[in-house]
């Protein structure tokens, strides 16, 4: 059976937008959909907040306005929802262990646009069992089949391999292509060393090298995935800026995360964090060993 989409709603145009994109993912995966909210809040929070049992019947009615909303555009989706009695980092992070796909919402940040996450979604993005796709309010949803393309990020083993395989997989079920995309570190303005060869052939040489490792990581895949269209680009830059150039024609961008669990504070990573805050399209970070 196809594990759930899990899409976390609290009434914000963000978490709207995310239960629009996880409900048209559900559709396109064959997967069930799970609407949760998580009620309770923190104890410095809850003091000054509504009363709980005002708190709970509103979270309801909520789930209730949205599984409707769901079934009507989406007839074909099994769509269920779930009150939890916890608060929303430790129910998202909880529920991200059964199920495939975690789905938020992200506030923008006015009009230089990009990504807020506020400590919900960094928390949750850092902890997270699997997948979290993070989803701003004026995400524009695929309806189409081929409509932009799943940009990956790739990285050295061993942080390529299981965000390959979700924008592959994520890929076929859009019916549209992969672009893997790989950045080659700019050369340092000061030598260390004397060269033994032009700048522009050791630039090319490196480019040359990098394309390579581009090309090895994404074989299996393409032999796993062959009706999936595959693009290769390695461009000189740092990865960050590379990324964010190419993910402005995309549908979907991936990147993965350590999945251990950082020993001070949360934390996903340079080139996770600037896409989170800068990109337009949603940001899926995908946890890896």
């Known amino acids: 059976m196809t594990p759930p989409i899990t899409a976390g709603l609290d009434g914000s145009p963000e978490s709207l937008a995310a239960?629009?994109?996880?409900?048209?993912?559900?559709?396109?995966?064959?997967?069930?959909?799970?609407?949760?909210?998580?009620?309770m809040l923190p104890p410095q929070t809850?003091?000054?907040?509504?009363?709980?049992?005002?708190?709970?019947?509103?979270?309801?009615?909520?789930?209730?306005?949205?599984?409707?909303?769901v079934r009507d555009r989406y007839p074909k989706v099994e769509v269920v929802t779930e009150l939890l009695a916890r608060t929303p980092v430790e129910a998202l992070?909880?529920?991200?262990?059964?199920?495939?796909?975690v789905v938020l919402g992200a506030h923008r940040r006015g009009a230089v646009g990009?990504?807020?996450?506020?400590?919900?979604?960094?928390?949750?993005?850092?902890?997270?069992?699997?997948?979290?796709?993070?989803?701003?309010k004026d995400a524009?949803?695929?309806t189409e089949p081929g409509e932009g393309d799943i940009l990956v990020g790739i990285q050295d083993p061993p942080g390529s391999a299981v965000p390959i395989e979700f924008a592959f997989?994520?890929?076929?079920?859009?019916?549209?292509?992969?672009?893997?995309?790989?950045?080659?570190a700019p050369p340092p303005v000061i030598p260390h060393k004397p060269r033994a060869e032009s700048p522009a052939e050791e630039t090319s040489h490196g480019e040359a090298a990098e394309r390579e490792r581009l090309v090895e990581a994404v074989a299996l895949w393409r032999?796993?995935?062959?009706?999936?269209?595959v693009s290769e680009e390695a461009e000189r830059g740092h990865a960050a800026e590379v990324l964010l150039t190419a993910a402005s024609r995309a549908a979907l961008v991936v990147v993965g995360r350590p999945a251990h669990r950082p020993v001070v504070g949360?934390?996903?990573g340079h080139v996770a964090h600037a896409l989170l805050h800068h990109a337009d399209c949603p940001v899926a970070v995908v946890p890896y060993e």
């Open 19 to 39: 239960v629009d994109w996880a409900a048209e993912e559900a559709l396109r995966r064959g997967a069930p959909l799970r609407l949760v909210h998580a009620w």
């Open 46 to 69: 809850a003091r000054t907040a509504q009363a709980p049992e005002a708190r709970r019947l509103w979270a309801q009615e909520l789930l209730d306005w949205a599984q409707k909303q």
């Open 93 to 101: 992070v909880a529920e991200s262990a059964s199920t495939g796909l």
């Open 114 to 136: 990009g990504f807020l996450l506020g400590s919900v979604g960094l928390r949750v993005l850092t902890l997270s069992h699997h997948p979290v796709v993070m989803v701003h």
């Open 140 to 142: 524009t949803v695929q």
């Open 169 to 184: 997989a994520t890929a076929k079920a859009h019916g549209t292509g992969v672009r893997a995309v790989r950045a080659c």
């Open 223 to 229: 032999e796993k995935y062959p009706d999936v269209p």
């Open 266 to 268: 949360p934390r996903i």
